[in-house]
């Protein structure tokens, strides 16, 4: 025992040291900070493990091409694990760095960050989770969700089934399948605002975590209810179950529109493959599929290296909202540089420079966001993507919803 | 070696009854309270200062659950859940009735004692492995209520948000401001528990834990004794939850959902079952190590793997390697590492002279 312990002893010494000599590498000079809180190992990790590549490849991108007037692009990278204690030290460890804006990983995480955000005023985004009054500039300044907020999603999709329904729901079903958290439960209140204007019938599913057991959710809706649409909120494996047993059951998946977790590739092949899924409707905030040319230039980039382009590329789905993010990212921090006057920003003018996103389209990628003072969310736009022929076909352009109702809400909301 | 056990003569019950008897002890209890009162606040920036709340949070959750699976050997899955009750007692009180904190903390630390006391009745009947799935049914159970029951988590996100607490007018903003609040109540949390098991309640407790029948015919109530240590433990877990519910601004059940009641378990299991130096240790240990391989795999990784690669392996290395420390550790000296620290202690005890 004793030679074991002055052993342990060195090796505690030994690692003590090792770690005094380490610490986190600060900003340096030229070069802009991004601090990106990632997933790649808890709960959701398969969308962590395509979507942080993602970010990584365009920060390539754009340092390849110089960078943003000079300025070079670091996006530091810590996976939270879909915990918050470690999403609180990844916060301080990359503010400590000199980050100038941040994107977090989570709604608990960002839930759990939200007050600090505004003490050390640090601007942020959150795109597709957290909380949909985020949407709200005023109340929640530096929070930015970016992508269609839950409820954004919820009236989208309601307008999607009007619109598949021969443009009136009054007296039709519409059954809403969620996984039952508070993100699940989130666009449920908006759906019920739609349905006294609209004069539709809706119920609601809850499938208890980790939903993969919905046998008994799919005979209740298919069986008892019959509903003229189905509206999907899951997340992780859920999607896929959810699919599968739809199919089983007979339901046709041109009347099934899944929310935005449950729309990536990785559902689809979980499923059993494109030919099962056929005509099942996802909802996305960033263009699906390979034709945009930032993914062009990215397998450009890689052959230029003489690689191949990674595998992750063929989840593009979830590949492209990590674009998405980073774009984003790269464009605040090109309009900051505009108001610094070619300074190093601070983060107020990051956040001045997240406010006059607009315009700004990545090819098609990005939908027409306005970002303002008001309006964190750009406006709330998604596109319907309908699974056709092995691949994501869009079959809307990018719409917006019900904005009066969901705005009132935003308005409302405590 | 430094110091001598001889010579220490006990002239008074104080003397006698003190808790640290040596010299030596009471100056490196001495020392660390001037560490971490005074040194450590001057000399670190706000992220290492971030990494302590952290850990002082974990450590009164360690204590209290060491309370009831170390000192009185009753297994419990449901730390998580009772902090939730906590945390979601205060947040309630605070955003309706504007209550302070010294009113808040205590009354959230109470309903986790009321909450857990009820959770803890079966615990007459059943025991070890099956109790443990009593308690994890109560995690789920507390789990759904408060995701489903909107007049306890204030609406569909099951967040409330909580100002910071003030002390005498100051409202405490900053990392530092937070680390002092923090650390007087992991002090308290740590005075108390170190007499507690020295009591009557304690001893009770370790008689129950070390033959439950044997206890039975000396005298001791075990149902209420059971009881008191649900309690107990419960008021600790629910105090963890109103402190981690200030230092985020939010009760968020999300927070406290049973991979949180698996961490707690952990921390108590590699600190060592029974010892308050234990819980602490193992608090640090579960709550650096991660932090502590990623920093290690950022500077070093870089020798075996591509920038590319990199970005990727350190998350999953990192589990690997928590998991395989873990395993280490326990293999190395299975009571923990309290005893580990204890086998080292004793052996520099004598030194030079090993017999």
């Known amino acids: 025992m004793t030679k074991l312990s002055r052993s342990m002893l060195t090796l505690a010494a030994g690692v003590a040291a090792g770690l005094a000599y380490a610490g986190p590498a600060a900003a340096e000079d030229k070069e802009l900070l991004i601090g990106d809180q990632c997933d790649r190992t808890g709960a959701t990790q398969i969308v962590g493990t395509v979507l942080c590549p993602a970010e990584q490849d365009y920060y390539r991108l754009v340092n390849s091409r110089g960078g943003i007037d000079g300025w070079m692009v670091r996006g530091d990278e810590i996976d939270n694990g879909y915990k918050v204690p470690e999403g609180i030290e990844a916060y301080e460890r990359q503010k400590q760095m000199g980050a100038l804006l941040m994107t977090l990983y989570g709604t608990p995480q960002t839930v759990a960050l939200n007050q600090r955000l505004e003490q050390d005023h640090m601007p942020t985004t959150s795109p597709g989770f957290g909380i949909s009054a985020a949407a709200d500039g005023t109340r929640f300044p530096y929070l930015f969700p970016v992508a269609a907020t839950y409820w954004s999603q919820g009236a989208a999709a309601v307008k999607f089934a009007k619109d598949q329904l021969g443009g009136d729901l009054k007296g039709k079903k519409i059954a809403y399948i969620y996984y039952d958290n508070p993100a699940g439960k989130e666009p449920i209140s908006i759906i019920e605002a739609l349905q006294k204007t609209e004069g539709f019938d809706m119920r609601s599913f809850a499938v208890p975590p980790p939903g993969v057991e919905l046998g008994a959710q799919i005979i209740d809706v298919t069986q008892r209810y019959r509903p003229d649409f189905i509206i999907m909120h899951l997340f992780g494996r859920s999607p896929s179950v959810a699919l599968k047993g739809l199919k089983g059951a007979g339901f046709p998946l041109k009347k099934v529109v899944g929310l935005v977790w449950a729309s990536a590739e990785a559902d689809i092949m979980a499923a059993g493959g494109w030919s099962v899924a056929e005509g099942y409707n996802t909802l996305q905030f960033a263009g699906a599929g390979d034709d945009y040319p930032v993914r062009q230039e990215i397998k450009g980039m890689y052959k230029k290296d003489g690689k191949d382009p990674p595998k992750e590329m063929d989840d593009t789905v979830i590949y492209n909202r990590g674009l998405l993010q980073a774009a984003v990212q790269v464009q605040a921090l090109t309009n900051a540089l505009k108001i610094s006057g070619g300074q190093k920003p601070t983060t107020e003018q990051v956040k001045a420079g997240m406010e006059q996103i607009h315009d700004f389209t990545l090819g098609g990628l990005v939908p027409p966001l306005q970002i303002t003072a008001t309006d964190h969310e750009g406006g709330g736009w998604v596109r319907v993507f309908q699974v056709h022929d092995g691949k994501f076909v869009a079959a809307t352009d990018w719409i917006q919803a019900y904005r009066d109702v969901v705005e009132n809400q935003v308005k409302t909301a405590e | ?355």
């Open chain 2, 1 to 355: 070696m430094f110091h001598r056990e001889s010579g220490v003569f006990k002239t008074s019950y104080a003397a006698d009854m003190a808790l640290y008897p040596l010299p030596i002890a009471r100056w490196t209890v001495a020392a660390f309270a001037g560490l971490f009162i005074v040194i450590v606040p001057v000399i670190c920036s706000d992220y290492p200062i971030s990494i302590l709340n952290l850990i002082l949070i974990a450590i009164v959750g360690a204590l209290g659950l060491n309370i009831l699976v170390g000192y009185t050997g009753q297994i419990s899955i449901g730390t998580g859940a009772f902090m939730s009750v906590g945390a979601y007692t205060a947040a309630n009180l605070v955003t309706r009735l504007g209550a302070p904190f010294w009113l808040a903390l205590p009354a959230g630390g109470l309903m986790a004692a009321f909450v857990g006391a009820i959770v803890g009745i079966p615990s007459l009947r059943i025991k070890g492995i099956y109790l443990a799935i009593a308690t994890l049914a109560a995690q789920l159970i507390i789990e759904w209520t408060i995701n489903h029951v909107q007049w306890i988590s204030g609406g569909v996100q099951a967040s409330v948000m909580i100002p910071r607490p003030s002390v005498f007018g100051v409202k405490l903003v900053s990392e530092r401001q937070i680390y002092f609040f923090l650390l007087f109540f992991v002090v308290l949390a740590l005075a108390a528990t170190l007499n507690l098991v020295r009591s009557r309640v304690g001893r009770a407790f370790i008689a129950i834990r070390d033959q439950d029948i044997a206890a039975e015919i000396i005298g001791i109530d075990i149902f209420r004794y059971k009881l008191y240590a649900f309690a107990i433990s419960s008021f600790f877990a629910g105090v963890t939850g109103v402190l981690e519910s200030y230092y985020l601004g939010i009760a968020n059940y999300e927070q406290f959902q049973i991979d949180v009641s698996i961490d707690y378990l952990a921390m108590v299991i590699i600190g060592g079952l029974g010892s308050v130096l234990g819980s602490v240790l193992g608090a640090i240990f579960v709550t650096l190590l991660p932090i502590a391989t990623r920093l290690f795999l950022e500077s070093f990784g870089g020798l075996f793997f591509s920038n590319a690669n990199l970005l990727n392996v350190i998350p999953n290395l990192r589990l690997v390697i928590f998991g395989g420390l873990i395993i280490f550790f326990l293999v190395v000296e299975p009571e923990g590492l309290n005893r580990l620290w204890r086998n080292i202690r004793n052996y520099f005890r004598v030194w030079p002279f090993s017999y």
